[in-house]
């Protein structure tokens, strides 16, 4: 890894504020002592305390390092660290406890829940087959991403899932435009857990053996556990994997017997974050945002034919005569992979500039770090369309100095998905 790879690959965590020995309630604790405030339940009246999912007692008996996150106290990493956490994953399976994502479903009352969700996404809703799931984003009139989300048809009902830092603006935005006609339920009662890696099939079809036929992007409801718990198998790392919904009660049970497989290791924020990069997935707020497009970002690939100009259901959905223009004539920026060519990562907000000396900026970077898999620095970020192309070399300002950098075809590290 290079005499930089443990200080930038292992311990750079500057995106979250670490809080290694205060709880929210604001008491110190030694390592492993244990807490004595039922949870520290945050007072209803508190609305800026901190919330906890289901599994954060699990997170502190597994010594997890506990950062601020979307207003959740989550685990950024676990004694085995980040760099591990993350070689675990690609090489066998990793746990992920995600419950701070907001789970919804939408319930066709008056109208059809897909046809009015389509009024809000540009994607194709109408058309997804039963127990499949989709990807989809939120658009403003301006044409930019408000939040992105999964979208599954399970029959009687949508099941969506979005961001965590989003999930009220997103509830609001979907009560505005869908009831009374949908009901729009966020749940409130459910754990969201993420098992990623060449080994998750094997592990989870040793608690049901029906995970083996499910598809990339299909979607199930099984038991796991005892509890009965909706999977899909979908992720967030580039791997091969599973999410699953499960009830709170039951959700410390089913994070217990998949920890207990040889294969499972518990895995936090920060190998999320490496992971996904390398996988060249967006993260809101970072990669994508209310001023960024879903041409710019690369992402039309997920605008179905017939959502698009000329197709049975184009636009109609906010913000669409803006993005069909940028279809049709293109745009000035666009997201790419960007490869430094050093051995010292390149992090959000760094300015990328055409040359070497003089001009201004032409770009930023969005999103950066130590690559394990890759063994190199990667990044991702929005650049001239016109210097777009892979083997593209442009500059990055590190501390005053131009270090070259090259654009690079997405993703760095090949899926693992089941087709």
Not at 98 to 103: E, F, I, K, L, T
Not at 168 to 178: F, N, P, S, Y
Not at 385 to 396: D, E, F, I, Q, V
Request: charged content about 25%.
């Amino acid at each position: 890894m290079g005499e930089s790879g443990d200080k930038d690959g292992q311990n750079d965590l500057s995106q979250y504020e670490v809080r290694e020995d205060v709880c929210a309630c604001g008491v110190a604790h030694g390592p492993g002592e244990p807490h004595h405030h039922h949870h520290h339940a945050a007072p209803q009246d508190d609305p800026d305390a901190l919330k906890r999912t289901p599994l954060f007692a699990l997170h502190e008996e597994l010594g997890a390092k506990i950062v601020e996150f979307a207003g959740y106290e989550m685990p950024v990493s676990y004694p085995l660290g980040v760099l591990k956490e993350h070689q675990h994953t690609r090489t066998r399976a990793g746990l992920f406890d995600v419950s701070h994502m907001g789970q919804v479903v939408l319930r066709s009352r008056k109208a059809d829940a897909a046809e009015a969700l389509e009024r809000l996404v540009p994607v194709d809703v109408v058309g997804l087959a039963e127990n499949r799931q989709r990807y989809g984003f939120f658009t403003n009139d301006g044409g930019g991403i408000e939040d992105d989300l999964m979208i599954a048809n399970r029959g009687d009902h949508l099941f969506v899932v979005v961001n965590a830092a989003c999930k009220e603006a997103d509830v609001a935005r979907m009560r505005a435009a869908l009831e009374p006609d949908v009901v729009v339920k966020l749940l409130d009662n459910r754990a969201l857990l993420a098992l990623q890696g060449p080994a998750a099939e094997e592990v989870l079809a040793g608690l049901n053996t029906a995970v083996r036929d499910m598809a990339f992007m299909d979607v199930a409801t099984l038991e796991l556990a005892g509890a009965e718990c909706w999977v899909s198998r979908s992720g967030y790392t580039g791997e091969d994997g599973f999410e699953i919904s499960v009830p709170d009660a039951a959700a410390e049970a089913l994070a217990r017997a998949l920890l207990a497989h040889d294969d499972v290791e518990p895995i936090g924020l920060g190998a999320r974050d490496s992971l996904r990069l390398e996988a060249g997935l967006c993260l809101y707020g970072h990669d994508i945002d209310a001023e960024t497009s879903p041409v710019e970002a690369a992402l039309t690939w997920a605008i179905q034919k017939v959502r698009r100009p000329g197709g049975a259901r184009a636009g109609g959905y906010p913000g669409a005569d803006q993005i069909a223009w940028q279809m049709a004539e293109g745009v000035a920026i666009k997201r790419v992979g960007l490869r430094p060519e050093g051995r010292a990562p390149m992090r959000e907000g760094v300015e990328i500039f055409a040359d070497d000396t003089g001009g201004d900026p032409v770009g930023r970077i969005t999103s950066g770090g130590f690559g394990p898999t890759v063994g190199a620095p990667v990044a991702m970020g929005y650049v001239p369309a016109a210097l777009a192309t892979p083997g593209k070399r442009m500059y990055g300002a590190v501390r005053g100095k131009r270090l070259p950098l090259q654009v690079e075809k997405l993703p760095f590290v090949p899926a693992g998905f089941k087709r």
